[in-house]
C-alpha cells in the first residue's frame, strides 16, 4: 500500500483565492512527521510547513496551513490568497517514527497552475 | 547559511560509463540523504548519513550504486556502468537532527540523463 497518497495531478487555482491540496498518508505508527514541499520547475524541493502526529493545533506557516485529521489520516495543505508564484508541484512527506528510520515517503505530488 | 548545494546539476552521458555526483550540506548538518526522482513521480530515498557512516540504504541501492561521506561533510554518490533506467533526477538533503521536527532541507539537484 502506498504509504502517501495524493489524488490530485493537477489543480487550478484563481490568484488571491484559496486551494487545498489533499493528502492522505498509511502508518500503523504512533509517531509520525508529516511535509509538504514545493517543487518549482527548477528542481529544488522547498520545505512549507512541519505536522508532528502529537500536535494538537493545525501547523500554520504564513499563507500555508495544514488541515490536520488524524483519525481520518489526511493532511491537507490550504494556500490562501493564491499568488502566480505558488505555481509548482506541491508534494506531502511522512516521516515515521518507530522504527527509527529517517528517510521520508514522498506521494507523487499535485501540479499546481495559479491563473491571473 | 549557505543551502544545499549539488555538483554537477546536469550530466549526460552514455550507457555504461560512470559517473559521479557531489553534494554540499548545509555546515553543521550532520545528517545527509540521497533521493532520486523520475518523471512524474515523487522523490524515493536511497541512502542515508549520520556523520561519515551510512546508516541505512534502499533496496533501489543497486550494486551499481556507491555512495560516501568520508569526512562527515560533503557526500559524493557514484553510478557504475550506468543504464537508461537511471536516468532521473538524483536529490541530496541535509538536517540537523537536533529539532523534533528534523527538517529535511533539499539541494537543487542533478539531472542525470543516460544515452
Known amino acids: 500500500a502506498q504509504k502517501i497518497t495524493q489524488t490530485q495531478p493537477g489543480m487550478f487555482v484563481q490568484e488571491k483565492e484559496a486551494v487545498t491540496l489533499d493528502c492522505t498518508y498509511d502508518?500503523?505508527?504512533?509517531?509520525?512527521?508529516l511535509f509538504w514541499y514545493k517543487q518549482p520547475s527548477s528542481g529544488e524541493m522547498i520545505f512549507l510547513i512541519y505536522?508532528?502526529?502529537?500536535?494538537?493545533q493545525n501547523a500554520t506557516e504564513g499563507r500555508y496551513s495544514l488541515n490536520f485529521q488524524k483519525a481520518r489520516k489526511s493532511a491537507n495543505l490550504v494556500i490562501s490568497a493564491s499568488q502566480l508564484g505558488d505555481s509548482a508541484m506541491y508534494f506531502c512527506a511522512m516521516r515515521e517514527g518507530s522504527t527509527g528510520a529517517n528517510n521520508l515517503f514522498f506521494g507523487t505530488g499535485t501540479r499546481l497552475t495559479v491563473i491571473p | 547559511d549557505t543551502g544545499v548545494s549539488q555538483d554537477p546539476r546536469h550530466k549526460i552521458t552514455k550507457r555504461g560509463q560512470n559517473v559521479t555526483f557531489r553534494c554540499d550540506p548545509i555546515s553543521e548538518h550532520n545528517r545527509l540523504y540521497w533521493y532520486r526522482q523520475t518523471l512524474g513521480q515523487g522523490p524515493e530515498f536511497l541512502t542515508y548519513?549520520?556523520?561519515?557512516?551510512?546508516?541505512?540504504k534502499s533496496r533501489l541501492l543497486s550494486d551499481r550504486f556507491s555512495a560516501e561521506r568520508p569526512k562527515g561533510s560533503f557526500s559524493t554518490l557514484e553510478i557504475q556502468r550506468t543504464e537508461q533506467g537511471d536516468s532521473a533526477m538524483y536529490l541530496c538533503?541535509?538536517?540537523?537532527?537536533?529539532?523534533?521536527?528534523?527538517?529535511?532541507?533539499f539541494g537543487p539537484g542533478t539531472r542525470l540523463t543516460v544515452l
Open positions: 505536522q508532528g502526529s502529537y500536535d494538537e
Open positions: 548519513f549520520q556523520n561519515e557512516a551510512q546508516l541505512e
Open positions: 538533503a541535509s538536517s540537523s537532527g537536533r529539532d523534533l521536527t528534523d527538517t529535511q532541507y
Open positions: 502508518t500503523s505508527d504512533q509517531s509520525y512527521g
